[in-house]
């Protein structure tokens, strides 16, 4: 089993070579480079409309402007050899400057990090705290009125879009019109400094309460029918017939003999637990005035942020893929038959 988690750790640095270069050249192929945006912004900066003399090049500037921007963005090296020396200071977490702001990207990313961690801590255990004994609970009623009525409002809240709700969540409770008991976004208020300890927990959760409903609403069914389904699965398996045959409580064929074995599934889901660190919602964020990571990749990209766009890529990439070896971890721990070779 060892030797397997061997090699899975052994296949990070060849599988993640393989991501960012793949990555790398089709961020770098694509149409609107930084280069270009520069050149538009210079442009429209001095009022000229394109190339119109001498001496100017396609871009509508100069051949030693263009030369000189070449160089500032690194631009005249060939592909393959920008990638090897972005790959070099990789190594030192140097993920060059923003394109854009000019500022470090590791900076840039540590400074939305906490953000993202606490949207996704929070939501990985309430989905888990709330979904595992609701989907338990589901399957035991399986076919009763409480079956159909929560399942009913479960695909409501599947069905309901996160801008949609953001937006309705916001006017009636947040903007003014007819209750005003949220904030309308932000993580915490401007006299957050001055309040006592308890206070500022108070002030975090009052900020969290709207972003979150809107960030869970739609992971909450797909998690509790997994559960249930896949402990009515393993319900009607023999060996839980033969325990209740045997004349155990119920109470005890569930809880003991079924329920671990119905957990397997939901550990495949625990694979991202090192990614949503990483994780963000652009329309969430947007909404709610969030400085988070989904904001920020999705302002790197309309940017056409290179280094930015590499920097998210690469550090999510690592998370991913150690969060898929925690999850064969989870495996053997929740089920210690399960021997991976």
């Not at 793949?22 to 538009?40: D, M």
């Not at 592909?79 to 030192?92: G, Q």
């Not at 961690?117 to 929070?122: A, E, I």
């Not at 208020?189 to 959760?205: C, G, P």
Request: charged content about 15%.
């Amino acid at each position: 089993m060892w030797i397997y988690f061997v090699k899975r750790f052994a296949m990070i640095l060849p599988t993640l070579f393989g991501i960012t270069l793949l990555s790398f050249t089709i961020i770098n192929l694509a149409p609107g480079s930084p280069l270009e945006q520069q050149i538009q912004k210079m442009k429209f900066a001095s009022g000229a409309t394109g190339a119109s003399g001498g001496g100017l090049t396609t871009y509508g500037v100069s051949e030693e402007v263009l030369e000189a921007l070449k160089v500032q963005y690194g631009f005249d090296k060939p592909l393959l050899v920008r990638y090897w020396i972005w790959l070099k200071n990789v190594f030192t977490l140097d993920f060059g400057d923003s394109f854009s702001t000019y500022d470090p990207v590791i900076d840039m990313i540590i400074e939305r990090f906490p953000v993202s961690m606490q949207f996704g801590l929070v939501s990985l255990f309430l989905m888990y705290l709330i979904c595992i004994p609701l989907g338990v609970l589901k399957a035991v009623k399986d076919g009763t009125h409480f079956d159909a009525f929560s399942s009913f409002i479960l695909f409501v809240m599947y069905s309901v879009p996160s801008l949609m709700l953001g937006i309705l969540l916001i006017v009636f409770f947040a903007g003014g019109s007819f209750f005003d008991w949220f904030p309308l976004g932000g993580l915490y208020s401007e006299n957050y400094e001055m309040l006592t300890w308890s206070q500022k927990i108070i002030d975090r959760v009052h900020h969290f309460i709207l972003p979150m409903a809107c960030y869970m609403i739609g992971s909450f069914t797909v998690l509790t029918f997994l559960m249930k389904n896949s402990l009515l699965d393993v319900i009607k398996m023999d060996y839980i017939r033969t325990a209740r045959a045997k004349g155990l409580d119920e109470r005890k064929v569930i809880y003991k003999h079924a329920l671990r074995n119905a957990l397997i599934p939901l550990a495949t889901g625990l694979s991202s637990i090192l990614g949503i660190f990483l994780a963000g919602s652009i329309i969430i964020e947007q909404i709610f005035g969030l400085e988070g990571i989904g904001l920020l990749s999705y302002k790197a990209a309309l940017d056409r942020d290179y280094n930015v766009l590499m920097g998210l890529i690469f550090i999510q990439s690592i998370l991913m893929l150690v969060g898929r070896i925690i999850s064969d971890f989870l495996y053997i721990i929740i089920d210690p038959r399960i021997d991976f070779k």
